[in-house]
């Protein structure tokens, strides 16, 4: 069950920029990619947090400084109020013990000479007080069968199963720690249509069974929907608007999420009435010089002359982040409302 009174996880202000350098021996700085650029949210426990947006928006860049694979340049990730980029040794060890990560790809994410029971038990060589050397075995079996495979499975290798079956042993091996948190990148997208929704069903099931807290990312954002509580559109580094599924998929305020959204397929011809399909023209600016202003101006439907001076900061709001305040779905944009009242509408 969600509780939105506990963020289990506070990111707040959170920076990643790659440098960028020239030359082989003499390396010159000549600017950075700017990845993630001031993010702000906070995952409370129990909840599914759907992180959305289009390819290079950061994503994967939160991701993985979520898991600790990945430093920030600056800001924080607070776990249960710690700070987990100053912490070290045993405390560093835990953290990282609780918030595990799904990939991608379980094609190439699991390694093909391992046997999927080594896969799995991997995580308990680093933990081994989780799982002492004598009862690895049957803990792996016993996640073979919560993730719904046969645990006579254990001494199979990857190529022997399907692609679904391979995401399940990497939710397997997320789990073998016992997480409260999955970091889940893109956990179906590799996926066929029929089988990704028996992964986010099994997903869900898993998620009510050990009581964890997921931050869901993907660019697919039917599947975002019916699996997050709340969503966080990104774009360009930046957070355009956090709020419930509802608020976002229902009553989307910022120009950018309206845009995406339009694009969603609609399968019933009757809710298809009346909906316009926003076109975002132009390319997405290079992170490692996006444009000063206004970020979402180069594909926004609403932007004026002054976007492109205005809004420099389009970091959500500290005060409006987070759990179960009065506001739970902030507009980045400052002129999104009063441009919708003005009748500004798609082209
Ligand atoms: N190690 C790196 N060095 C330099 N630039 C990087 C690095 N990792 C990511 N980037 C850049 O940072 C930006 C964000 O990348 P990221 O992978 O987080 O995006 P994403 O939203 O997950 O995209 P996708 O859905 O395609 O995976 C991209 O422009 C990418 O090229």
Same mark, same amino acid.
């Given at each position: 069950?969600?509780?939105?009174? &506990? ?172 997480? &409260? ?167």
């Amino acid at each position: 069950m969600t509780d939105p009174s &506990e963020a289990i996880l506070q990111v707040r202000d959170l920076v990643k920029h790659y440098p960028l350098t020239q030359g082989i021996i003499f390396r010159k700085h000549v600017g950075a990619v700017q990845a993630v650029d001031g993010v702000s949210f906070d995952l409370n426990r129990g909840e599914t947090l759907g992180i959305v947006g289009e390819s290079g928006c950061g994503k994967s860049t939160v991701a993985k400084m979520l898991v600790n694979l990945e430093q920030p340049t600056s800001g924080q990730i607070l776990y249960k109020g710690d700070d987990i980029s100053k912490l070290s040794g045993r405390a560093l060890r835990a953290v990282r013990r609780n918030i595990q990560m799904v990939f991608q790809d379980p094609y190439t994410s699991l390694n093909p000479r391992m046997t999927v029971g080594d896969i799995i038990g991997e995580p308990y060589d680093i933990h081994p007080e989780v799982a002492p050397k004598g009862s690895r075995r049957a803990k792996v079996q016993e996640l073979l069968d919560v993730v719904g495979l046969n645990p006579e499975y254990i001494n199979r290798y990857p190529h022997q199963f399907s692609g679904g079956q391979r995401q399940r042993i990497g939710i397997a091996r997320g789990l073998a720690l016992r997480p &409260e948190i999955i970091v889940a990148d893109e956990p179906v997208s590799a996926l066929d249509v029929s089988v990704q929704a028996q992964v986010v069903n099994l997903l869900e099931r898993l998620q009510d069974e050990f009581g964890l807290s997921y931050a869901f990312i993907a660019h697919d954002l039917s599947v975002v929907r019916h699996i997050s509580d709340r969503v966080a559109v990104m774009y360009l580094g930046r957070l355009a608007e956090l709020g419930t599924d509802t608020e976002i998929y229902d009553h989307p305020t910022h120009p950018y999420t309206q845009a995406l959204l339009s694009a969603v397929p609609v399968p019933d011809p009757e809710a298809r009435e009346g909906r316009a399909r926003i076109i975002l023209s132009g390319d997405v600016p290079s992170p490692a010089d996006p444009p000063s202003g206004c970020r979402f101006r180069t594909r926004c439907w609403k932007a004026q002359a002054r976007c492109a001076a205005e809004v420099p900061q389009l970091a959500v709001p500290e005060h409006l982040v987070g759990a179960g305040g009065p506001v739970e779905h902030p507009s980045a944009c400052f002129f999104a409302e009063d441009m919708a009242a003005a009748g500004h509408s798609a082209p």
